[in-house]
């Protein structure tokens, strides 16, 4: 149970979505508020054992990567999924505020993706850097064309937030709004946390009530359900658009899982692929799947490029995108998350064009990171003075591609070198430095006791049917736990795990 | 899914108590009552799929064998724990005669555990045999000259039956009263069935209240709770000894986690090698282990030679013996379950020296198969002509032993000639041949179609002080379902799974 170190990819789970905990600590070790380290060792194991058996019989599983069928086949090669032995020191203000944000970003979601002209020309310059942002739009632009109609729009978004250390204020990372992972394993870290605050709370001081209710999945499920009724058709099914290999496969199996059984609703589970080979459209709009039909898609592949390896994958995307089923997301949502259009919502008044009530508007600035384009060119400048200051993002969906420090500096200066059109596949972002905390992180059965950082992701349900909003809702959340260090790169990006926080 | 065979040992879960289905079956085909080989294979393969993730998603499982640590930590190299897909055919008045049976056993097994002599005299042949019977009889001896008394007794049995094909007869295979297993993952399989009864019993043709409520877990969980309340040590906890390497550990963890949960009593882990290093007995007969009181020490190991590698292990079991612990099983119902003593019972008259209720004498003798000894040379004769009739059962417990067939014939003449020592170490059992049904078999994430017969084991939870009996109840079941085959030796024998019962 010692401190230690191994080579890591830096992802919560190295399958399925990759979504990178974004690195934005720094070195130095501050005083902690709950001092995790302090806790007597036998009293860690005693802990760690019960957790890790609480994990197997209670589903917070993954495919362990060193069996070949485990992201196949369900039922072998199961392992722990990765997490953290104690829930997160959270403050309860900033949680307040991250849960008063979520309806207000879903609505804004929903009104951006109605504004066919504002996606098309926010991302126009990334279209030309980035091949993948410009198969998404061109799709985007044949719906304009036909001009399609989402009169049910389906929203499971997941907006991520870091705390900053100094200003203690709570910052958007970014808005995710296709393929949210971890409502149905994050639920169950929770539901882990409280059971061993129930059983150790008294000894460690710490409160299970403090730890907030996290029910993501049955928000997500109910949603579903609620999407399907909306669609009318009781023979139609559920589908989730999936990846070929998925190791995280029991979060997704989380929610159709408890979609059969509280609603009686078949999900199918098919690949861009399959779907590409079994489909068909009928004149009504009727979605067929290996000859069934489609209520309500939900795409759990289909965000990065690597889900597209062939013009299949396109055709498949074509059409379910012109089919009446219930896209979880659109193309329009989908496009609404990009980074380039967070940066867009982030400039002035940009956000009144789409919301009325300036409340809400506040509110939602209040959490904008600074967020430049690379057209500025006196941001760029201050970040080739000072990168330490700055994250570089790619366009590109899925984590993993961030770029931080030296290397900042570098590529600003290699684009600017190249020319104009590569800078409009990036966006600047304010670098934040979040709290450091005493932590132990459980991995394949193992314990590493570490210092680390946290991002919180909070889910939201959106669905409405033309102008009746049947749900707008915020529905748990996602922490993820990462290793901090004073190193980027390396093994000292460490590995994030999951976990869920406690209201201080 | 097509019928296949495959190298295996038979053993329902290779870890564990080894837990032979008895080897029964005959090759001829019947008809069976559900056709379940007649099920389209595209539902079959979507019950399989929603099987596999349901036993991920409920801790149906075990650590893969081929998983170095999956015997040692949790949460690490798991797989579903293997399983038949679909609830096996089962007569219900035979079903409710089981169920009868079960507080009558265990009554007698708790009258035959205060008689001292009874268990030393029938087992003082077997003694010279079987030297692991011999050290048992010799704990046995010190408890009887020290005169120790258990006023606490629990009981966890499980009574093995089969049904005789020809006659319908319910006929007992053997009663369990150590380390029973499986009542934690058993009581997983019948929740599945009905999960899947639930959502495929229309089309099937199948009422999933067919299936008999199986809360084995619950009632073990309950008797702990019950047990530990009437020792009347607050700071006392339950002990369960384990093997260094258990892959059948969540069916473990099931008690233990829910004890934690429902009735905040903690449950330890110790092997025999662990308690001899750590435990001191007070002079008042409290068991310490680790400086803590122990209130139950429940055996899941024990039982066979292989948990007594040293004298470190039969020091921890005197140890134990000695104490004020309340045993699950004392070394009297030890005893008192070994094949030796079932044979002894269904001896003309011996039954009545226990019982008074000549009902319940009745109602037991009913169930029992023929059981001879050695020692009586007409049958020896009669076996040695026609041993496809018998069963030879070694003394031993853990099953994997027994003879059949030509071997029992060849085992009978070298006993004859090597004198009449060894020939006590074994009982002749009548061989029943149960129904053949058709089932499908999953393992390691393949499912294999083919026929099967069962074994049905009903588990007891019997609890009393003094003269106060506090529990007595039947408490679930374990349903064993093996492939059939007329070959009985080498891949033939098959492999067990899991399985449940449906009411016919």
Known sequence: MAQSSFPCSGLAVNCGKVEEVENQEEGTTRKPVIEYHGIDQVLVEEMVYEALVWSSLHGLVVGDKSVQRSGKVPGVGLVHAPFALLPMPFPENQWRQAVELTPIFSELVDRVSLDGKFLQESLSRTKKADAFTSRLLDLHSKMLEINKKEDIRLGLHRSDYMLDEQTKLLLQIELNTISCSFPGLSSRVTELHRNLLNHYGEVLGLDPKRIPGNNAYSYFVEAFAKAWTEYNNPRALVMFVVQAEERNMYDQHWLSAVLKERYNITAIRKTMAEIDAEAELLSDGTLLVGGKAIAVIYFRAGYAPNDYPSESEWRARLLMEQSSAIKCPSISYH????????QELAKPDVLERFLDNKEDIAKLRKCFAGLWSLDDPNIVKEAIERPELFVMKPQREGGGNNI?????????????????????????????????????????GICHKDYAVSELGIYGAYLRNKDNVIMNDQCGYLLRTKISSSDEGGVAAGFAVLDSIYLT
């Open 335 to 342: 496009l609404a998350g990009t980074k380039k259009i967070q």
């Open 404 to 444: 931080y420090g030296a290397d900042v500096r570098e590529a600003l200066l290699r684009l600017q070198k190249e020319g104009t059109d590569g800078s409009a596949a990036y966006i600047l972002m304010q670098r934040i430095f979040p709290t450091v905390f005493q932590t132990f992180l459980l991995r394949n």
